[in-house]
């Protein structure tokens, strides 16, 4: 939503006010104090409901909503003592709870343009999940919670784990990739390095908002036990793995209710069946009733109050909502705040740790970014062979591109392609962060003729690369919220682009910044490909490491790249029939009252990514779980362990002589009476060795991950029957195989 890109601080002006009787309060209102509940060693529980006890009707209400957003509802007063986030909620001083900070931190701390400060980007969620590193995912959410604390924030925003259901989503680089184990697991890691701040920790979109074409109005479709086993699988992972603080609820409608106030999503499968113990807040401007959203299970409103506020406080007084279903939603928050130690540790600001934060962003993107080509060794670079490098695309001299919308972080000194001063983030406009591949590159050979060129001109480009030892070509498509891909091509002609500096040059190395899969028409054409992903503030630094072998390469890809659109499950992205919501002020009325519905049908169901091209059959670019590494490694010795959580053992040889690490993949196949897609990730490991050495590691397999979602009994069922192991370097090179009768 445009009207987002507005701070909080600038946009105080409607005096549309809500009498809270709550008193004008600082920001972060003095925790602790010598209340019972300051006693660290009861339980979170316990603390929480000592509070709820001591609380007025209007205090309960204050914690269950926002101060407001211009654009997404009215303001409060209150909304002075934001720190300048998405969100803010008041704390009660004379309890001694805090206020709430929310700020947005997918990929790092939003919005320090416009509050004069500081944050690391770090590369795009997609790429973290490349690493399938979930000790990398943890200091991933390690640092962002650092920099949230440090800058004022006690909750972050982030935390995006929506499958790739449609590669064309806008928001494809804030999420996970198409497998729910992989993505659950990683967004498992990130939470708990977040938490371990003392910083509330979230996960998002709940659920099954995969496109951003009519995001507030489309109902999506899709059956139970598809649901389960896919897109909420990767929730119940992540939630169940990490104690996360809170679950933000998506915009959309699923199954003919909207997502904030769809009982079967959150009472049912979020809080009774997967035993949830923090609170559901809306998305911004998610929230579209009281009653029934309440009876529902979702706890909070955001940005602010136009249910949760007079209008709840008039039904409890009625007593068409229970005073003891608040009393839940308030104990739920003050849980979460208790658990995480955003009360027992409050905020205190310091300064951000800029050179730590680039280190930790160099380090994730080397694990990060994928090698998807490299014919007969092209790479690693010889820095002492290489004499002249023709440095190609658009502006490849001054920076690398970054994923926009609410996830947006700002880059220093402003979008480094515009003049110094005049780059502030806007909208729905690409932001470039300083981080420049040029100059990576001519620090790697100091005594190298490395010239560069647009790409302006396609044939200007060529001409430079035919006279070059090395042509690399630097080739983006952008991604953001608010708007999906018009298609997986790369834009602006650069297909065209890459053809004819490949045609050039028979040294042609692609390096892609990308927020998930572009399609490649000129794939046989190039010796090497690098997928970058939106590579973070020391991108360039990091990509250099790769190219001349500094760092050996060890990523996979978290989805699938098909070969064209026309393969997808939904080779067309359903659009809603027309504009649904004008760009007005009071747009947001109208999408709180609801807008009229259309409809998306997953009725691929549960073949998501993989699974579908499987059961399809149909020849994928690069397949899920597929990377290069600049050695090579061969799998023996598979044993597979029957029991509860099956034992998997398996030797990995690095074959070649340099150090590298192995990411080893385990799928099983169900019994044919599972009707299942051919096979499903479940467990995954990563191997580090030297030259020559070899391995022998073993995995425990969920038991879950191996079961179907029975509708019938609401439960997950392992059928009995025989499971065949596939174990390998990608979903398609999978050379253990072993079959076990499970019962
Ligand atoms: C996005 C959320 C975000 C929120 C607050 C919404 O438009 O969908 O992901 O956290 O805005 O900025």
């Not at 650092?146 to 064309?168: D, K, W």
């Not at 993107?365 to 090698?371: F, I, M, P, R, T």
């Not at 220093?412 to 100059?439: C, D, H, V, Y």
Request: hydrophobic content about 40%.
């Amino acid at each position: 939503m445009p009207l987002q890109a507005l701070s909080l601080r600038s946009s105080i002006s409607t005096l549309t006010v809500m009498i809270l009787s709550v008193a004008l309060l600082p920001s972060m209102a003095q925790s602790g104090g010598n209340h019972p509940w300051m006693n660290s060693s009861l339980s979170p529980d316990e603390r929480a409901a000592m509070v709820v006890k001591e609380m007025t009707l209007d205090e309960k209400i204050s914690l269950l909503h926002g101060t407001g957003m211009e654009g997404l509802s009215p303001m409060s007063p209150l909304a002075i003592h934001s720190n300048g986030g998405a969100g803010y909620v008041v704390g009660i001083p004379r309890l001694g709870i805090p206020g709430i900070q929310m700020s947005d931190a997918a990929y790092g701390v939003r919005n320090s343009g416009d509050n004069g400060r500081y944050s690391t980007a770090l590369p795009s969620d997609i790429a973290s999940a490349a690493s399938w590193d979930t000790e990398a995912a943890y200091q991933y959410g390690a640092l962002i919670g650092r920099e949230l604390r440090a800058q004022g924030y006690n909750m972050s925003l982030g935390g995006g784990i929506n499958l790739t259901r449609e590669p064309r989503n806008g928001r494809t680089f804030e999420y996970l990739g198409e497998d729910p184990v992989l993505a659950g697991k990683m967004v498992a890691s990130v939470v708990k390095g977040l938490q371990a701040q003392h910083v509330l920790g979230d996960i998002k979109h709940y659920a099954l908002n995969d496109q951003e074409s009519g995001r507030n109005a489309v109902n999506v479709n899709i059956d139970k036990r598809s649901a389960r086993e896919s897109d909420l699988l990767a929730f119940e992972i992540g939630v169940q793995e990490s104690d996360v603080a809170g679950v933000m609820c998506s915009y959309n409608r699923v199954n003919g209710d909207y997502a904030c106030e769809n009982k079967y999503l959150l009472n049912e499968v979020l809080k009774k069946d997967w035993n949830f113990k923090g609170f559901v807040l809306t998305d911004w401007g998610g929230a579209h009733s009281v009653e029934k959203a309440s009876a529902a299970g979702l706890d909070h409103e955001e940005p602010g109050w136009i249910f949760y506020g007079e209008e709840l406080k008039k039904a409890v007084e009625s007593g068409k909502v229970p005073a003891a279903e608040v009393d839940q939603h308030v104990h739920r928050i003050l849980r979460a705040m208790f658990a995480t130690g955003v009360i027992d540790d409050p905020v205190r600001r310091s300064v951000v740790d800029v050179v730590g934060g680039f280190e930790v962003a160099r380090k994730i993107e080397e694990q990060s970014a994928v090698l998807l080509k490299n014919d007969g060794g092209q790479l690693p670079l010889d820095a002492t062979k290489v004499h002249t490098i023709a440095v190609i695309g658009p502006h490849a001299d001054v920076g690398m591109i970054s994923g926009g919308g609410s996830a947006q972080v700002d880059p220093p000194g402003g979008n480094a392609i515009m003049p110094p001063g005049q780059g502030q983030t806007r909208w729905l406009e690409p932001n470039w962060f300083p981080t420049s591949p040029l100059k990576s590159i001519r620090a790697k050979v100091p005594g190298a003729n490395v010239q560069f060129d647009s790409g302006a001109d396609a044939g200007a480009a060529a001409s430079l690369a035919k006279a070059a030892d090395v042509a690399i070509v630097f080739a983006y498509q952008w991604e953001s919220e608010g708007m999906d891909l018009p298609s997986l091509s790369l834009p602006e002609h650069q297909d065209d682009l890459i053809a004819k500096v490949a045609a050039a040059n028979p040294h042609t190395i692609v390096v892609i910044e990308s927020g998930g899969p572009v399609t490649m028409p000129w794939v046989d054409q190039v010796s090497g490909i690098l997928e970058a992903w939106f590579a973070g503030s020391s991108g360039s630094d990091a990509v250099a490491n790769i190219l001349f072998g500094d760092v050996n390469p060890s990523a996979k890809l978290p989805v699938t790249f098909p070969k064209s659109e026309a393969d997808l499950p939904h080779p067309t992205l359903v659009k809603p029939p027309k504009v649904t919501v004008d760009a007005d002020r009071e747009g947001w009325k109208r999408i709180a009252a609801g807008l009229p519905a259309f409809q998306v049908t997953y009725d691929e169901g549960v073949k998501v990514g993989y699974k579908w091209y499987d059961a399809e059959k149909k020849p994928v670019l690069f397949p899920f779980g597929y990377g290069l590494s600049y050695t090579t490694y061969s799998y023996s010795g598979l044993k597979v362990t029957p029991g509860k959580n099956p034992q998997v053992s398996f030797t990995v040889t690095n074959t070649g002589n340099r150090a590298g690490a192995e990411i080893a993949e385990v799928y099983a196949s169900l019994p044919a009476a599972a009707a299942e897609p051919p096979k499903r990730l479940v467990a995954f490991t990563k191997v580090k060795l030297n030259g020559g050495e070899s391995k022998e590691v073993t995995v425990a397999v969920d038991q879950k991950f191996l079961s179907i979602f029975n509708v019938e009994k609401d439960g997950w069922q392992l059928l009995p029957g025989e499971y065949t192991f596939l174990v390998g370097g990608s979903s398609q090179s999978l050379p253990l195989k072993e079959s076990v009768d499970l019962k």
